[in-house]
């Protein structure tokens, strides 16, 4: 019925064709699903793959990884593998490009949250077209300000227009944990959904989509796409991150997280929201 | 009391002047409102009407059919008739130059909406100032990509920016029927309001809105524009759309709905969300 | 723990710095909290200490004042008063002067409503960066279109990015009070609390955010206000809301609105929604 297409090298996200029209990415490296740049790399070449076929006009993104969705970056790889990595297509580092590329994709894309969309987890779900979120498992969190960090995957560029300008600055500034009710209220997702009826829900919704005609989809898509905030926007968060991982405020809070037990599996990326404040008790 | 003005040719669209101050349009095509060439010119010679008024702030559209507001466009009428219509005043094919007047109007215009609001029913929602909607019996949809269509009112300009790309690009890849709540809840209408309310709550606002200064209404409505989206981009739309129309998935795609009892009162228009799906098994 | 500084001349607000990171501007004019030149003046002067303190991170408005957060403004005052004031740094006149200012500072501003927002307060409200209000006590309204008069601080900009068109010319035409329920519902505020629980919040919020990095915050929220409208169009608006001012309709409207008891405590100003309706009876 499906087909699954390894992918090079230490396989972090797993392609699979559901059908020819309805793909699936599933992003799958325990403990924590954080995001270092061989994933990206594996993600822009997802997008190479899906600007080409002519079938595909539906794909979901989910985790294989209990309480995790996609968490933010792994801070134990060298800065210098994401920085050194060439620019894509778009001319943005391999980041911003992929998710420029997924936005303006000719295929529908529906990120399904359960556990943890922190930063590049975040950043992923505003770059998809929909999102489905668990009522009682996703939690959502821009935490980069807390730590010194600016967010490197453009939510500041997006977040405005998606959630009103007094939203996104409050999901930005706190640095808090956001809950699906919270985040359905808000519009950050498209509806929290109870975690035993969310699986049956995007499959449905994918399949339907999967039915329709792609020269439908994609002109029509085209057409939205004139409200997206401009590509290089998302440059100058890319490089206002990487600016802010080069001063000691970002340097020390990382440090001081790591101290409390940060990228591993327990109470500080459970409660991220609360640690990011707590450190600076 | 109120003075009816007659239109020109058969009646589809019924101008009802309640006071010089606070007009309605009553949508009028038993028994399922759906918009043809003449309806368009009619709602264009409104729109006249109402530029050159001195004394009119209000406008309300509402419905005298049962179960329709207004509905997806007449698929029986032949498409020159309504290609051939010359441009209006803003340059655009008929149907998106009447949207752009009403959206530019120095008069607020107000949606009441009661059972369905598919395609131009949504569009002209889009179009006003304002909707409100009967709870249990208002449905709305943009259902023309799960028919192999582009929309060609312009709902890809005008979406995003009133309920956030995801929720736009869910509205439009779905193509799912809407209910009233779930409209409210995601900011598509103002406000979702139980059926035996919702008469007096729009007659008691218009009226309230008619008794404003009218340079106040019109200065103060001219800044709110500034956000609005070019109008060249319902004119791409139309375009779109149009060109849809030429293509073989949409011809299949309106005939398998037919062969099932579209364009007639019963249960395809009453559950187009679902049909649309279904002509795909 | 905390040091007042006084402002100059009759304090109408009152500038209390917390601590060096966090600093409160409380309003303070009894019994009814209206705005005068003075208070833009002093508005003014807080954000030359803003924009260049190196410690301060997040600014809260509140009042001191019960049942008023900032009110419209003084009708007693003599308008050349204010029209003759200077232009601010921005080039604008002094009130969207301010509000420009405050809206682009690199600190995180956020208002405290409890009480009636109305006119000025709703527009501090809007160039806040974070708005959290009193489920019970808030009141919030654009009124000015229902006594003929266009807003003067810039609304029509800002609205319809904040709570979609069709609820932003609800807000404006309607002229409507405006609970903190309906307020949160449509995003014109972050989110309305019970009012025992308000101050805390806030607080905890705060204070949360003085912890954080200036550079971090300051670089983040201009990423931010890629997405904000023309200052200019602020300054459109004030020229309209001038314009207004000197025809008939405003100073009769106004006019009307003092006969029954507007401009002190008592019903006018508690209901202002429903007299500015009554006086067109």
């Known amino acids: 019925m499906t087909t699954a297409s390894a992918i090079a090298k230490p396989e972090q996200i797993r392609l699979t064709r559901r059908s020819p029209a309805y793909w699936r990415v599933t992003i799958d490296i325990p403990p924590i699903n954080v995001m270092g740049p061989e994933m990206v790399s594996q993600f822009q070449e997802v997008m190479s793959d899906l600007e080409t076929d002519d079938d595909v006009r539906v794909l979901v993104f989910d985790s294989a990884v209990d309480d995790y969705f996609l968490n933010h970056s792994d801070f134990t790889a060298k800065l210098e593998d994401l920085t050194s990595m060439p620019a894509g297509p778009t001319g943005l580092p391999p980041w911003p490009d992929f998710l420029v590329r997924l936005t303006r994709l000719p295929v529908v894309s529906i990120a399904l949250i359960r556990g943890r969309a922190t930063g590049n987890g975040s950043e992923i779900t505003l770059a998809c077209d929909m999102s489905f979120a668990s009522r009682e498992k996703a939690i959502l969190s821009q935490w980069e300000v807390g730590v010194g960090m600016v ?131």
Chains 1, 2, 3 share one sequence.
């Open 151 to 281: 967010p490197g995957g453009g939510p500041m560029a997006r977040l405005s227009q998606l959630i009103g300008r007094n939203r996104a600055l409050e999901v930005l500034m706190s640095s808090e944990d956001i809950r699906g009710d919270q985040a359905e209220a808000y519009g950050y997702i498209n509806r929290a959904l109870p975690d035993d009826e969310l699986d049956d829900f995007v499959e449905a919704l994918a399949t339907r989509i999967g039915a329709f005609d792609k020269w439908a989809i994609a002109t029509t898509k085209r057409l939205v796409n004139t409200s997206l905030p401009p590509d290089v926007e998302l440059g100058a968060g890319w490089d206002a991150c990487i600016a802010s991982l080069g001063r000691p405020a970002a340097q020390n809070g990382i440090k001081a997280l790591m101290a409390r037990g940060f990228h591993k599996p327990g109470d500080v990326e459970n409660r991220l929201g609360y640690f990011v404040s707590k450190i600076h008790d």
